[in-house]
């Protein structure tokens, strides 16, 4: 089976202004199926922009090789970037243009027919709420309308393959929950989605699978639930307790949890090692201090990412 | 739409939006023809001895004022590729499904035009308005000239626009090859009079080779052997720029 986006081993490597030799990408290998919603995370410098310049035919690599529905990046880039809707990290618009011909330039620019363009700048631009607007010219705009417009373009095209480097960087957050809603649809409709993010519960709850790179090597990749398989020993427990006092944080601190928060008579708690342990020491604690309300649950994505982060430095 | 169309449109939509770059591009060019044109007309009282030939300042203007529009009109162009950079739509063009090349022919072809309809006006402008004696039977080696010399402009300006990174920079060189590629030519004033420390750098300036060339084009004066040379030195020209211009344009991807 032909995935949607493949990436077999792909190392970058290239020359800073001091001349080191830098690896911004070492041996990187995944596949997307069609129709899944992939994150790529990872802390800054980790090499995420590098392989989506890779994969947006921007960039060849140094070694490896990747390819867009089949279509190498190098070889046949022109045929890989027909399949390709691309918002890049930085925020590109054509700022000498309205925003009208963003939308336009943009979809011409995929050989989109004008008459289709024109039909679906029109719904773009309701969807968006750009309506208002269409005359402005963009650079008159801010930053955060400017990124609206970036995002909003990659709805005129029906490319296969969408790829956002950050995208949803300086939006407001109805407007972030309308873009992630729109691109769950897509997904639903057989578009395939490569999300690059620092916003892990973006992450979280959009992609059905994730990488996470760090210093230009993956560090754990797989579904969600996979994820959390790698760190089968951390918790994260929440208590009700009927009061909170001194001695009872005491106690808690002497489990010795990598988080402890408490608000009032809610203890939340990241813990790391055996369950059975963790129970047995809750329940002597309970003795004194008897709790309401417990829920033991997995960690989230963004406590996977910090152990894993920590593990690697 | 095509590629290479599409490219077409969103430079001639970007010149429409902005206005201010048609200003520059067509009508600071026909402010020096008239301006300069009548105010040393005057002040000179008798005209430019050419090659045996007598010509009013004003006439001898409209060639460089053909050689300014095809500069004017590729600065322009080369600013909007410094602000594509600057805007990173540059890099999110690289994403696009068009070719390098279509990006440069279509950008080429829109400001070609542009430069072609520019240097149309100043010759009627130059020959029905202020009574220019222009060779109308040789216009189309006129648009010919007035094709390769602003995509030679395009390119050069193109490679500073990827090469800078800051404004100011860019801004700088960009004024001072106005001044020193249009000052130190043969656009204002025929080089046979000045010290030779000016005719050197002007005979080897582009700019030279161009407006003598328009010259010989517009009003038919020039001799043939220089104008040869001068004619191949443009082609090399054009074709060393747009090598450069490629390879900046592959490096900064």
Redesign the interface.
């Known amino acids: 089976m032909t995935h949607a986006i493949e990436v077999h081993e792909v190392r970058k490597s290239y020359r800073s202004k001091r001349g080191d030799s830098v690896e911004a990408l070492d041996g990187v290998s995944f596949q997307v199926p069609q129709g899944r919603i992939h994150g790529l995370l990872g802390p800054n410098g980790a090499g995420k922009s590098t392989l989506v310049k890779i994969l947006?035919?921007?960039?060849p690599p140094s070694s490896g090789h990747a390819s867009i529905m089949g279509f190498d990046v190098v070889g046949q880039s022109?045929a890989a970037?027909?399949q390709?809707a691309?918002v890049?990290q930085?925020?590109?618009?054509?700022?000498?243009?309205?925003v009208r011909?963003n939308l336009l330039?943009y979809a011409?620019?995929?050989?989109?027919?004008?008459a289709v363009a024109q039909q679906r700048m029109k719904t773009v631009a309701e969807e968006f709420e750009l309506g208002g607007m269409l005359h402005d010219?963009v650079q008159e705009l801010s930053l955060g309308m400017k990124r609206r417009i970036q995002v909003a373009k990659i709805f005129m095209l029906d490319a296969p393959v969408i790829i956002l480097d950050e995208a949803t960087t300086g939006m407001d957050p109805l407007m972030k929950r309308r873009v992630l809603d729109r691109l769950r649809g897509e997904a639903r409709n057989g578009r395939t989605i490569l999300l690059t993010t620092q916003v892990l519960s973006e992450a979280e709850e959009l992609c059905e699978s994730i990488m996470i790179l760090d210093r230009g090597q993956s560090m754990a990749s797989g579904t969600l639930p996979e994820l959390r398989k790698l760190s089968t020993h951390m918790f994260r427990v929440n208590l009700t307790f009927a009061e909170t006092n001194g001695d009872l944080v005491s106690k808690l601190e002497a489990l010795k949890p990598e988080q402890l928060e408490i608000n009032g008579k809610i203890v939340e708690m990241v813990f790391r090692g055996e369950e059975s342990s963790l129970l047995a020491n809750l329940a002597n604690i309970s003795k004194d201090t008897p709790i309401l309300q417990f829920e033991v649950r997995g960690p989230t994505l963004e406590e996977i990412f910090i152990a894993l982060m920590k593990e690697a430095r | 739409m095509s590629a290479i169309t599409a490219v077409f449109f969103r430079d001639y939509r970007q010149r429409m939006t902005n206005i201010g770059f048609v200003f520059w591009d067509l009508f600071v060019p026909l402010a020096y023809l008239v301006l300069f044109g009548i105010g040393f007309e005057r002040m000179m009282g008798s005209g430019i001895a050419l090659e045996g030939q007598a010509f009013s300042y004003t006439t001898f203007l409209v060639p460089g004022v053909l050689g300014m529009v095809t500069f004017s009109v590729a600065m322009n162009t080369s600013w909007g590729f410094f602000m594509d950079k600057d805007s990173g739509i540059f890099y999110e063009l690289l994403t696009y499904p068009i070719t390098r090349a279509q990006l440069l022919i279509g950008k080429i072809s829109f400001n070609v035009l542009l430069a072609v309809l520019g240097s149309g006006l100043a010759v009627v402008v130059g020959g029905l308005g202020l009574g220019a004696s222009v060779r109308w039977d040789l216009l189309p080696l006129t648009a010919a000239i007035v094709i390769v010399a602003t995509a030679s402009w395009f390119f050069l300006f193109s490679v500073f626009a990827i090469q800078f990174a800051r404004m100011d920079a860019f801004n700088t060189v960009l004024s001072a090859a106005y001044i020193l590629l249009m000052f130190f030519s043969s656009m204002f004033y025929p080089l046979s009079n000045l010290p030779i420390w000016f005719r050197i750098p002007a005979y080897l300036n582009p700019m030279t080779w161009q407006v003598d060339l328009l010259r010989f084009s517009v009003l038919g004066v020039g001799s043939p052997v220089p104008l040869l040379f001068e004619g191949v030195a443009l082609l090399i020209f054009a074709f060393v720029c747009l090598v450069i211009a490629v390879r900046a344009l592959n490096r900064a991807a």
């Open positions: 947006s035919t921007i960039t022109l970037r027909k390709l691309v890049l930085q925020t590109a618009t054509e700022n000498l243009l309205t011909d330039v011409y620019l995929h050989q989109v027919k004008p010219t």
